[in-house]
């Protein structure tokens, strides 16, 4: 190979290098700063393919996207001294790339860290002048965009990023207070269970009493009844009976002797002392009954 074509080669790769370090692509996802030795000349670049002079301007290139930074959580003190812990995240993009570049010199990890931290700052100023019914329910909602509203005026004055938004993720108590919250309110649940206990046993003592005495004057009826009915059925058959006899009053007497005798010789071994004579006798020695 010949020397001039071996300075040829050269100089078409150094073109090549120079025209490589002189083009850069920003994408619609990305934000852009331009330097220049270190010097920001353009905070805002926008998509598309730009030129930039070798070894001279350098391009830092950040995720232009909604970011998410997840804090850790932490103790929190309520209106009443009360220790909560507290996990949250929040969502932010970075809107001004020249605060951006000069706060955090670019790295999202540090942007991240600084954020966090002024968000645990705000949830412990917000928590500190709420109760815990408030912070839990109450309103946790006007915490989070009173915060959130917070956090984008800090974040854009000393971090060049935009918070979009601040939710909590968890609430919890801290473990030394959890156990006797759990305790105390075992022992409500108990006391509460026994009063239900207690006035269940109560109520269903009065049932059944009630129902004792409902049948109790069932029955007392019913046999006052029953007696009523039998007593005037006994008095319809005595009416009957006497009715009948009154008709015939020898046929009755003659009846009523047969169901004598029945019922005196109904044993085998029975034995009767009576006189000849006796009344006892009268349809034995006459059918008709005569004395």
Known sequence: MSGRNVVFIFIAL?????????????????????????????PNIEPGLHVKVPFVNNVRKFDGRVLTVDS????????????????????????DTEKFYTATNGEESRAMALLAQRINNGLRNQVAIRTIQEVVSGERDELMQTLT??????????LGVEVVDVRVKQIDLPPDVSESVYRRMNAEREKEAREHRSQGQELGEGIRAAADREVTVLEANAYRDSELIRGEGDATATATYAEAF?????????????RAYQDAFRGNGDIMLLQPDSEFFRYLKDPKGGK
């Not at 850790?72 to 809107?95: C, G, H, M, W």
């Not at 009154?246 to 047969?258: A, C, K, N, V």
């Open 14 to 42: 150094s073109l090549l290098l120079i025209v490589s370090k002189s083009l850069y692509v920003i994408k619609e996802t990305e934000r852009g700063v331009l330097l220049r030795f270190g010097e920001v000349v353009n």
């Open 246 to 258: 009154t008709q015939d009053p020898e046929f009755y007497s003659f009846t009523r002797s047969l």
């Open 72 to 95: 850790t959580p932490e103790r929190f003190f309520t209106q009443e001294k009360k220790a909560l812990i507290v996990d949250s995240y929040a969502k932010f993009k970075v809107s």
């Open 149 to 158: 509203e917070e956090m984008t005026i800090v974040a854009q004055q000393e």
